[in-house]
């Protein structure tokens, strides 16, 4: 395993926390262009990769990607081709440049969605939760209803023009699934819930560098059997990214949890990483906010991630990786 975090695009302390906790590689958004805005230039990236280099990190995956998270190509407008060559373009220059994995996902107009941030947990710590019985009445977006047909034939489209240019250039691109992985939310389906609907996915458009970002934490609100599922894509060689959290609850209700409190047996998942060989980048994901800490990003402070990071080097080390 590849120990790794999901850092800003610029020098920052968390940069430092994460190598002091053991992270060797770095999950990055995109960096900010001379205009100010998000870019996937060439140049760009190769400032990027070389500061996280001469820092002693070295740059796995680019998460999540291009502004908006290419809505306009989910949803289909008449803007999707022009997402989709910018996704090209970003796929040409991460392959150039050796950085090796692209993390996408297919929720469209919005990204992550909880009714909470600031739900109690062991000792007070903050997390984030969701119950779908408060999103019922929520409004329709101005994207009005989107079915799950319009959304299989807007990834089947995507990937036909996208997989072959990760091909040429040797991008893995890591589908991560839908959170939370509900049938709906605000009238906008979501489609890629399940372990079957990430593999319908990759069926779609087979090929060596179409896989998945297992993400643990939105798999086991699903009701999946994490260690099972891990060993299942595992020897095909299809998981190419993990997201190391855990839950308690299911897909409509659910909390996230500190990672050694969850319903996952995080032991045996990382027994099953070792079982199937996966050597790839590993990040820790959504972890609580501390006393003390502001909550202003929750999910992503800066105590809990120390407690993850050491907790699964743990676990590393108890495998035998």
Same mark, same amino acid.
């Given at each position: 395993?590849?120990?790794s975090?999901?850092?800003?695009?610029?020098? /920052? !302390?968390?940069?430092?926390? *994460? =190598?002091?906790?053991?992270?060797? /590689?770095?999950?990055? @958004?995109?960096?900010?262009?001379?205009?100010?805005?998000?870019?996937?230039?060439?140049?760009?990236?190769?400032?990027?990769?070389?500061?996280?280099?001469?820092?002693?990190?070295?740059?796995?995956?680019?998460?999540?990607?291009?502004?908006?998270?290419? /809505?306009?190509?989910?949803?289909?407008?008449d803007?999707r081709?022009?997402?989709?060559? /910018?996704?090209?373009?970003?796929?040409?220059?991460?392959?150039?440049?050796?950085?090796?994995?692209?993390?996408?996902?297919?929720?469209?107009?919005?990204?992550?969605?909880? &009714?909470s941030?600031?739900?109690?947990?062991?000792?007070?710590?903050?997390?984030?939760?969701?119950?779908?019985?408060?999103?019922?009445?929520?409004?329709l977006?101005?994207?009005?209803i989107?079915?799950?047909? &319009?959304?299989?034939?807007?990834? =089947?489209?995507?990937?036909?023009?996208v997989?072959?240019?990760? %091909?040429?250039?040797?991008?893995?691109? *890591?589908?991560?699934?839908?959170?939370?992985?509900?049938?709906?939310? !605000?009238?906008?389906? @979501?489609?890629?819930?399940?372990?079957? *609907?990430?593999?319908?996915?990759?069926?779609m458009?087979?090929?060596?560098?179409s896989?998945?970002?297992?993400?643990?934490g939105?798999?086991?609100?699903?009701? %999946?059997?994490?260690?099972?599922?891990?060993?299942?894509?595992?020897? =095909?060689?299809?998981?190419?990214?993990?997201?190391?959290?855990?839950v =308690?609850?299911?897909?409509? !209700?659910?909390t996230?949890?500190?990672?050694?409190?969850?319903? &996952?047996?995080?032991?045996?998942a990382?027994?099953?990483?070792?079982?199937?060989?996966?050597?790839?980048?590993? @990040?820790?994901?959504?972890?609580? &906010?501390?006393?003390?800490?502001?909550?202003?990003?929750?999910?992503?402070? %800066?105590?809990? !991630?120390?407690f993850?990071?050491?907790?699964?080097?743990?676990?590393?080390?108890?495998?035998?990786?």
């Amino acid at each position: 395993m590849k120990i790794s975090d999901i850092l800003p695009p610029f020098r /920052h !302390r968390l940069w430092t926390i *994460a =190598k002091q906790g053991g992270a060797t /590689h770095a999950v990055s @958004r995109l960096p900010l262009g001379a205009d100010g805005k998000i870019s996937w230039e060439y140049l760009d990236l190769l400032h990027l990769k070389e500061s996280y280099q001469n820092f002693g990190l070295q740059l796995e995956v680019i998460e999540p990607g291009l502004d908006g998270q290419m /809505h306009d190509m989910k949803l289909g407008t008449d803007k999707r081709d022009l997402d989709i060559e /910018h996704c090209k373009q970003l796929i040409r220059n991460m392959g150039t440049l050796g950085i090796p994995v692209f993390c996408y996902n297919f929720m469209a107009k919005f990204n992550w969605v909880r &009714t909470s941030t600031t739900t109690p947990t062991r000792g007070g710590a903050l997390v984030t939760s969701y119950d779908h019985s408060l999103m019922e009445h929520a409004p329709l977006t101005d994207a009005g209803i989107v079915t799950a047909d &319009t959304l299989w034939e807007n990834i =089947k489209y995507f990937l036909e023009a996208v997989v072959p240019v990760a %091909e040429e250039y040797k991008v893995k691109l *890591a589908l991560h699934p839908d959170d939370p992985p509900v049938a709906s939310i !605000r009238g906008i389906s @979501r489609i890629v819930t399940s372990a079957a *609907a990430l593999q319908k996915v990759l069926d779609m458009v087979p090929s060596p560098y179409s896989g998945i970002t297992l993400c643990q934490g939105t798999l086991a609100a699903a009701g %999946e059997d994490i260690p099972a599922i891990i060993r299942e894509f595992g020897h =095909k060689k299809k998981i190419f990214f993990v997201h190391f959290r855990d839950v =308690k609850g299911t897909a409509e !209700r659910f909390t996230e949890t500190f990672h050694d409190d969850g319903q &996952t047996n995080m032991l045996e998942a990382v027994k099953a990483y070792r079982e199937v060989g996966f050597d790839g980048p590993v @990040r820790i994901d959504h972890a609580p &906010t501390l006393e003390g800490e502001d909550n202003k990003d929750p999910g992503y402070a %800066e105590m809990g !991630r120390l407690f993850a990071l050491g907790y699964l080097r743990g676990l590393m080390d108890h495998a035998g990786y």
